[in-house]
């Protein structure tokens, strides 16, 4: 992931590894998706060697080698603790041979020491930089002649429940994503592309100087009934928003977020036989703009 930065506030700067147990849950919750964004790499030819940057603990890297059993994968990420979980989950896939997991920033002119590489995959991670054009062309410059920059960018949000989520007023789930997005801004500092910024990824990879190949959207679907695994994951991933956002809502919408947490309630997550995960993420496809 991006390194730690300064807050916006001049408060404490966040710590990406804080969010390890976080993102090892969504990274599990995440391999359909990414082995469908993969799959689709993979069947546009052969890749000898393959770049994670931004890589977390290793997820999407595993799946991955999984789609390219003759390439060799590379994962980086800024964290020491994401570096060392992702080297762990290749030697327990018994992929140390080919796949490895190396400390790197990416807005560091020493990331260049990586390259070349046939595919280069960087996932929710540019968003994050303060020149996120400049992240792009720094991505480009470690593609080997011929070679795909895959970005996962953008997307929708996740849906969990039917309509309004039958506990608040109409609208209660735009408000609550309108409160977290603005957490997030805040909290991270993000940059105006993390957030629907006026320029779309394809023209940020243009302003980049790279040639924008394809964009596909891949379905993450977990029908309900879900599992006990994904449904305990909803379940964080809600009390993580009552944590962060909780006293940003009003009262009726704050006393609706916390029906869903109630295991009393019939309407909580615990109890919803409806109780389902959907949400789309976009990969978008550049390779080395013209000579």
């Known amino acids: 992931m991006a390194g730690d930065s300064a807050g916006a506030t001049g408060t404490s700067a966040p710590k990406w590894s804080d ?24 069947g546009r030819g052969r890749a000898a060697r393959i770049l994670d940057v931004g890589s977390g603990p290793g997820w999407a890297a595993s799946v991955l080698a999984a789609s390219f059993p003759a390439g060799e994968v590379v994962a980086v ?7 060392a979980r992702a080297a762990e989950r290749f030697a327990g896939l018994g ?11 990416l807005d560091s002119a020493a990331l260049d020491r990586l390259g070349p590489a046939d595919l280069v995959w960087s996932s929710h991670v540019v968003h994050h930089l303060p020149d996120p054009v400049d992240g792009l062309r720094r991505l480009g410059r470690l ?24 506990v608040a007023a109409p609208g209660f789930v735009s408000r ?38 394809d964009s596909r959207t891949f379905l993450l679907d977990v029908p309900a009934p879900v599992d006990d695994q994904v449904r305990a994951y909803v379940v964080d991933r809600f009390t993580q928003i009552a944590d962060r956002v909780g006293d940003r809502l009003d009262a009726q919408d704050a ?9 009393d309630d019939e309407a909580a997550l615990v109890n919803r036989p409806d109780l389902f995960l959907l949400s789309a993420f976009t990969v978008h496809l550049a390779g ?4």
């Open 19 to 42: 969010e390890l147990s976080e993102l090892e849950r969504a990274g599990e919750i995440s391999v359909p998706w990414v082995r469908q964004a993969a799959e689709w790499l993979a």
């Open 176 to 213: 609550l994503e309108a409160a977290l997005s603005d957490y997030f801004v805040h909290h991270w500092s993000l940059t105006a592309p993390a957030v629907g910024g006026g320029r779309d990824w394809p023209l940020l990879l243009a302003d980049a100087g790279l040639h924008h190949l």
């Open 255 to 263: 006393a609706a977020l916390g029906r869903l947490l109630d295991p």
């Open 77 to 83: 990420d800024a964290t020491p603790e994401f570096v």
């Open 288 to 291: 080395p703009g013209a000579a």
């Open 95 to 105: 992929l140390g041979g080919r796949a490895r997991a190396e400390r790197g920033e």
């Open 143 to 166: 593609l080997a002649p011929g070679g795909v920059l895959a970005l996962a960018e953008g997307g929708l949000p996740a849906r969990y429940l039917p309509g309004g989520y039958g």
